[in-house]
Each structure stands twice: as C-alpha cells, then as structure tokens.
C-alpha cells in the first residue's frame, strides 16, 4: 500500500467516524479534524481503535502520543510502517 492510498482510506475513515457532518480539506493534512477528535479524548481512543481494526494493526502505546495527530501524513506513515512490519513477519513465518 502506498502513503496516498492509506491516506485516501484514513479520509474516507474519517469522514464516517465524524457522521459525515464535518467537511475538510485533505491539502491541509486535514489538522484542524484531528485537533477536534483529538480534543474528545474517548473519542480518540475510539478514532486509533476504528484505524487499527480497519488495517489490521496495532499500534505502540508510545505511538500514541501529541504527534500522532499532527496529520495524516503522519499517521500514514506509521501504518505503512506497521502494514510492512506484517509482510517481513509472515514471510519469516513461511521461510521455516
């Protein structure tokens, strides 16, 4: 998965766990949203489980932090991380 296609997924995500009733702009990094799910802060426990459930991860605890909703970019780039993680994984579960 590239950085734009787990990007594209992260602003459809978004645009369901908010109802559909908050309209943003993806040049932007879409900060202005993450700084309102991240004012909630249940509502942004819930918005890192909806993330980990639909891409199948799990993030460290010390991902989790400020920076973590700083932008999408951001978090794009630490489930492409883990999304990677995975493929290294199972494929060292296959060599043996």
């Not at 766990?17 to 702009?25: I, M, N, V, Y």
């Not at 426990?45 to 605890?61: G, K, P, Q, R, T």
């Amino acid at each position: 998965m590239t950085i734009d296609s787990i990007k594209k997924q992260l602003y459809e995500l978004t645009e369901t766990f908010l109802d559909g009733s908050f309209e943003f702009s993806k040049d932007g990094e879409g900060r202005s949203v993450l700084h309102i799910i991240l004012s909630d802060s249940i509502q942004a426990v819930n918005f890192v489980a909806l993330i980990e459930n639909e891409f199948e991860i799990e993030f460290d605890d010390e991902e989790i932090d400020l920076d973590f909703f700083l932008s999408f970019d951001r978090i794009a780039q630490l489930i492409k991380g883990h999304l990677e993680q995975k493929v290294l994984s199972s494929q060292g579960d296959n060599f043996f």
